[in-house]
């Protein structure tokens, strides 16, 4: 079992930046295939962007050039570094680890 917990969430108007933060339970992080997802209001939960274990990374094309995500295995956390923020990026963005342990969520809301 792993746990994860998701932090960095707010209210940010557009244009800005945020960072989220996803802290994940035990030793073995670096060991984990990793991955943002997001949830807007009345919509399908829609992947985001992948980190290996090898640092390899994917992003979405909504997202691709504007968000970045990276990992400190020394810390056992995993970033996602959201820049030129628009609306349509409000969501809650959970975290998944290994294809299958979901974190609890935070919230993302781009508004003026």
């Known amino acids: 079992q792993v746990q994860l917990v998701e932090s960095g969430g707010g209210l940010v108007q557009p244009g800005g930046s945020l960072r989220l933060s996803c802290a994940a339970s035990?030793?073995?992080?670096?060991?984990?295939?990793m991955s943002w997802y997001r949830q807007a209001p009345g919509k399908q939960r829609e992947w985001v962007a992948d980190?290996?274990?090898?640092?390899?990374?994917n992003y979405a094309d909504s997202v691709k050039g504007r968000f970045t995500i990276s990992r400190d295995n020394a810390k056992s956390t995993m970033y996602l570094q959201m820049n030129s923020l628009k609306p349509e990026d409000t969501a809650v963005y959970y975290c998944k680890a290994l294809g299958k342990f979901w974190g609890q969520g935070t919230q993302v809301t781009v508004s003026s």
């Open positions: 980190i290996f274990t090898g640092g390899s990374t």
């Open positions: 035990g030793s073995m992080f670096s060991f984990y295939d």
